[in-house]
């Protein structure tokens, strides 16, 4: 059963625009999510977190948004640029329990358009 | 943030043997952690590698087809055994530098693919 789910495997968007990412999730237990982009050959890169205490989180040209009564996040990226092209996974886990998985969409493929 | 290697970072191997994969970070850090990534599917927890003990496997993973070892704070490997076809995924580490930042870092991935 899929408690992380990245519904668009794909995305396009011309160089310079917003790019948005969405995930759902399942488990209301879930406290803290990421993140993470991924190059091809390339081990997956932590981007951004953001805490289920907070409904928002930025860094530079990356915001994550958390609307925890709909259980979804989105990462924004503005501008988009040739370099954001990539595989985009979020994460999601429950801290403080001494558990250690992260559980992963099946991450969403971004193309930006030069 | 500390550099994690991985190697191999590819192989193909006949079905019946097994593969030991390593990772090495370049410094000390608190939790070391082994994934699969299967072809078109998301990233699934194999184990902790528990430094100084048995590594603690998630449900639907034993560790006599994926026995882990951790001796120290930088290193650990993970053996993928008497492979078969299914098992062809690309198979990461992580790690964790604290238990209060609760973020994982990840290697680069080996990819493995069985014949």
């Known amino acids: ?114 | 943030s500390a550099v994690i290697s991985q190697k191999p970072s590819r192989d193909i191997c006949q079905r019946g043997t097994s593969l030991t994969i390593q990772c090495q970070v370049d410094s000390q850090v608190t939790m070391m952690f082994w994934y699969r990534q299967q072809p078109g599917q998301s990233l699934t927890l194999i184990a902790t590698a528990n430094q100084g003990s048995e590594a603690t496997y998630e449900s639907g993973f034993v560790i006599d087809k994926f026995p882990i070892s951790r001796p120290n704070l930088t290193f650990s490997t993970l053996t993928v055994s008497n492979m078969s076809p299914e098992d062809s995924s690309i198979y990461l580490c992580s790690v964790e530098y604290s238990r209060s930042q609760e973020t994982q870092y990840f290697g680069p991935g080996t990819r493995l693919l069985v014949l």
């Open chain 1, 1 to 114: 059963d899929q408690q992380v789910k990245q519904n668009s495997p794909s995305l396009s968007v011309q160089e310079g625009r917003i790019s948005i990412l969405n995930c759902d999730y399942t488990n209301s237990m879930f406290d803290y999510f990421l993140w993470y982009k991924k190059y091809p050959a390339e081990g997956p890169t932590f981007l951004i977190s953001i805490s289920s205490i907070k409904d928002k989180n930025e860094d530079g040209r990356f915001t994550v948004f958390l609307n925890k009564s709909a259980k979804h996040l989105s990462l924004h990226i503005v501008p988009s640029q040739p370099g954001d092209s990539a595989v985009y996974f979020c994460a999601a886990s429950v801290r403080g329990t001494g558990a250690n998985n992260l559980f992963f969409g099946t991450g969403t493929r971004l193309t930006v358009i030069p």
